[in-house]
């Protein structure tokens, strides 16, 4: 799977839209961008996916750019329990890529 | 719905002793897989199973570590003799179906401790 690259932390005050930007320039036409949460002492969540077009869902939104060099997840209202470790994943539909390849993600603090 | 349940979900063992961490997926799920998560790194990949069949385990760090799934339900990761280094948190995962868009649904994990 081609290497994301994500800030190490981020922070955010309560009931405001965080964006979290992902890096993934070496992505191919067949890779999917997934995104993952850890909240603490749990294990990862699935968070949201997509290919080409933007996505929402009721957990947040995902921004892909034109060139797909690069994402940026949208949470529209953070809480404290959107505090969490948050991966951005690259997932190529080829044969043989059953599994996940994370990154370190970014850390999201939420400030009350 | 129940989710992926892990256990233990701590476990203390003395160095060189053989541990083993169960994992029971979701009712249906064809796909597991297993990580290993050391502490502040993200999840690394250790082996996956299609049913009862485990078709890659390219991940697992040396032939002390052993995973079965022999009815295509719950499955065992087995660690022998134990060392320092192996202290992480164990994950495990289902998927419902092979798919590279199928969501993977984690358990809390069981965290290892070799003293």
Known sequence: DAKTTQPNSMESNEEEPVHLPCNH???SGTDYIHWYRQ?????????????????????ASLAIAEDRKSSTLILHRATLRDAAV?????????AGSYQLTF???????VIP | GAGVSQSPRYKVAKR???VALRCDP????????WYQQALGQGPEFLTYFQNEAQLDKSGLPSDRFFAERPEGSVSTLKIQR??????AVYLCASRLRW?????????????LTVL
Do not use: A, W
């Open chain 2, 16 to 18: 060189g002793q053989d």
């Open chain 1, 103 to 109: 990154g370190k993600g970014t850390k999201l603090s």
């Open chain 2, 82 to 87: 134990t060392q320092q280094e192996d202290s």
């Open chain 2, 26 to 33: 979701i009712s249906g799920h064809v796909s597991l897989f």
């Open chain 1, 86 to 94: 948050y991966y951005c994943i690259l997932r190529d539909t080829g």
């Open chain 1, 25 to 27: 320039s070496t992505i």
């Open chain 1, 39 to 59: 909240l603490p002492s749990q294990g990862p969540e699935y968070v949201i996916h997509g290919l080409t077009s933007n996505v929402n869902n009721r957990m």
């Open chain 2, 99 to 111: 798919g590279f868009t199928d969501t993977q649904y984690f358990g809390p994990g069981t965290r």
